[in-house]
């Protein structure tokens, strides 16, 4: 089902994938230029649902609006942290919530992970390091995967572009076939989020009872 959410920075979107008796839900976001029919995306809800784990994609305001560009992170994190809230008090009441997303969306899952309640933390394809300008050094974004203190798991390519983040304590990293768009080997990133799903979150709220 569709669920249209009002947040500050305007209307948000999600969809909802409901399964019989829940366990958890996965809520993902997109990437800053895609949307939430990205294969990877796609592959990772196959797996929750697989696990009776119901999903639901979300579209930021922007997207809805129609715009391309992405706002600055303050206000992405805002409606970010409105959208949980809302679903987690309706269309998603009582379930533990894993937050997630693609690229930019998994930015904005690690920066908000403590005010949403998330029990866990799925990146696919993080971009660990923006694109090289000359008269700048490089930049790093591993301070917010290193931010979350619950349990991470990122999918990356192994030739993606924008680099590949170390595992931590708490994160584990799986290195799948192809680049940023994770759509050489989508039984892999499937099989990756599944086993995380059911392995690394045990226990945690009940999800892997």
């Known amino acids: ?94 379930l533990p919530v894993v937050a997630g997303g693609r690229s930019m969306g998994g930015r904005v899952t690690c920066r908000t992970a403590g005010q949403t309640g998330a029990v866990g933390v799925l990146c696919l394809a993080f971009p660990l390091e923006p694109p090289r300008r000359a008269d700048k050094p490089q930049q790093s974004r591993l301070d917010e995967l290193d931010s979350v203190s619950v349990p991470t798991l990122v999918v990356q390519g192994e030739s993606d572009p924008f680099g590949i983040p170390p595992p931590g304590p708490s994160r584990e990293v799986v290195i799948v076939p192809g680049d940023h768009g994770l759509k050489k080997d989508l039984e892999a990133v499937t099989r990756a989020v599944r086993e995380w799903l059911l392995g690394e979150l045990q226990g945690v709220a009940g999800i892997g009872a």
């Open 1 to 94: 089902m569709t669920v249209e959410i009002e947040t500050a920075q305007g209307l948000a979107r999600a969809d909802v994938r409901s399964v019989d008796e829940p366990r958890a839900a996965l809520v993902l976001g997109h990437g800053a230029g895609g949307g939430i029919a990205a294969p990877d995306l796609a592959a990772a809800t196959q797996a929750a649902l697989s696990v009776q784990i119901a999903v639901a994609l979300v579209e930021q305001p922007y997207r809805v609006a129609g715009r391309r560009a992405p706002p600055r992170p303050p206000a992405l994190d805002a409606a970010w942290i409105s959208i949980v809230e809302q679903l987690s008090a309706d269309a998603l009441a009582r």
